[in-house]
């Protein structure tokens, strides 16, 4: 993507994306309750270009826990999947079924949430598969991959670079989402979907890094 930069924000329990365009700023997810100082610093690098749009792959703790915050301070309008609306607008994470080290996680998602709670909000934009984002500035479509959350969805750029959320990481070496699912024969198929794009590099929602083509094509998910 020549003409975009990406930088990748390490926010306390997850990463969020901020990508550059001549005039428009993207923020893919927005990390947790906590986290927006850190995020809106951030901004200021690329200023005086404006936010056009935050971009949220799902409605967990921590990828949309600082989205009201944010377009107070900046104006830009939030856009998540239709299916993840509701749960925007009650500030609820909805982890579905938990496997391994998922299932002790919960309780610490427990905590957190009575500490510091999602503040709820109303998404501006609420996206469908196959919606594309040129009018804020951004050769992308949106890729429907639920499973993880029934409005999970990938946010793929025509070059072929791609935010997948929490359907895959790099957290340990790559692997496919394997602790958290709404249904995890639907999160099979969403992968299966991804696979069939063939991207060049898939920045994930945990993990220092990007997947390359070769390592998503490699992934199995267990449904």
Not at 118 to 136: C, M, S, T
Not at 181 to 195: G, T
Request: glycine share 10%.
């Amino acid at each position: 993507m020549p003409d975009f930069v990406i930088v990748q924000l390490k926010t306390r329990l997850s990463n969020a994306f901020l990508v550059a365009g001549p005039e428009v700023v993207l923020l893919v997810d927005a990390g947790s309750p906590g986290d927006a100082d850190f995020i809106r610093k951030a901004l200021l690098r690329f200023a005086p270009r404006k936010l056009a749009l935050i971009y949220m792959t799902h409605a967990h703790y921590d990828h949309f826990g600082t989205a009201a915050a944010l377009t107070r301070v900046t104006g830009a309008p939030i856009a998540i999947h239709a299916a993840d609306a509701q749960a925007c607008l009650l500030g609820e994470t909805q982890l579905g079924t938990a496997r391994g080290r998922g299932r002790l996680a919960r309780y610490g998602l427990a905590l957190l949430e009575r500490v510091l709670p999602v503040e709820g909000f109303l998404p501006f934009i609420r996206l469908q598969d196959g919606d594309r984002l040129d009018k804020y500035g951004f050769p992308a479509r949106v890729l429907h991959t639920p499973g993880h959350t029934p409005g999970s969805s990938s946010l793929i750029f025509d070059e072929g670079v791609v935010f997948a959320g929490d359907l895959v990481s790099t957290t340990g070496g790559p692997h496919a989402q394997k602790y958290y699912a709404n249904d995890w024969q639907v999160l099979a198929r969403s992968l299966a979907r991804l696979q069939a794009e063939r991207p060049r590099l898939v920045y994930p929602g945990h993990g220092a890094r990007p997947l390359t083509r070769d390592e998503l094509l490699a992934l199995k998910c267990c449904a």
